[in-house]
């Protein structure tokens, strides 16, 4: 818990400082196993950490993954906004960049 609310780290192509971040903060780190993660594009990206954690009944944030197209990701953050209305910073971390490119903010307060 940080702050009182429920943290998550979401590596993507998860790293040896990933899992050190992890333990320090003493936060859960969404990743399986790096060595049999690595190279597999279904499961060393963002969006399949969240199917992994889904198939193992873990609870997730709410979010959207698996998006390919900018119409789809308009459509899903429209979703989320109207069905969290309580949530006013929205986070975008795309799949296949690293070290803290791909990511971005929205403040809908």
């Not at 594009?41 to 997730?60: N, V």
């Not at 709410?62 to 390919?68: L, T, V």
Request: hydrophobic share 40%; charged share 25%.
């Amino acid at each position: 818990m940080i702050e009182g609310r429920q943290a998550y780290i979401v590596p993507g192509k998860v790293g040896e400082n990933d899992i050190k971040l992890s333990i320090q903060l003493g936060i859960p780190i969404m990743c399986g196993e790096p060595d049999q993660t690595t190279g597999n594009i279904i499961y060393s990206t963002k969006s399949g950490a969240k199917r992994i954690f889904q198939l193992c009944d873990i609870p997730i944030p709410m979010s959207a993954y698996d998006i390919q197209e900018r119409t789809e990701f308009e459509l899903a953050l429209a979703r989320l906004i109207v069905n969290n209305l309580d949530v006013n910073i929205w986070i975008f971390k795309i799949d296949d960049e690293f070290g803290a490119r791909g990511h971005a903010s929205l403040n809908v307060e």
